[in-house]
Nanobody, 116 residues
């Protein structure tokens, strides 16, 4: 059974940057989409960014132009580079892997707080 572990969250001032990492371990067959979601207090979980095995990316409207998703296949890791952070980016960020077999893997989440 596979597992995802996020890291890189923390407290940052508005306008600052953070890079989140999601390391995958164990057996995950047929992964076709790797994604980052976030959930702020009192709000629904929303898609931040996703990347397919073919390299196609998709971003939520609120982060376009500021966030970049990437992956390192050799390290089985996906990253989220977040620039020009805003207070409204404050949330718990979750890594998600989807497979062609309709399996859905989630990490435990990492807190990102943007505040002066």
């Amino acid at each position: 059974q596979g597992a995802l572990v996020e890291s890189g969250g923390g407290l940052v001032q508005p306008g600052g940057s953070l890079r989140l990492s999601c390391a995958a371990s164990g057996l995950m067959l047929g992964v076709n989409i790797r994604a980052w979601y976030r959930q702020a207090p009192g709000k629904q979980r929303e898609l931040v960014a996703s990347i397919t095995t073919g390299g196609s990316t998709n971003y939520g409207d609120s982060v376009k132009g500021r966030f970049t998703i990437s992956r390192d296949n050799a390290k089985n890791t996906v990253y989220l580079q977040m620039n020009n952070l805003k207070p409204e980016d404050t949330a718990v960020y979750y890594c998600n892997y989807k497979t062609v077999y309709s399996n859905n893997y989630w990490g435990q989440g990492t807190q990102v707080t943007v505040s002066s």
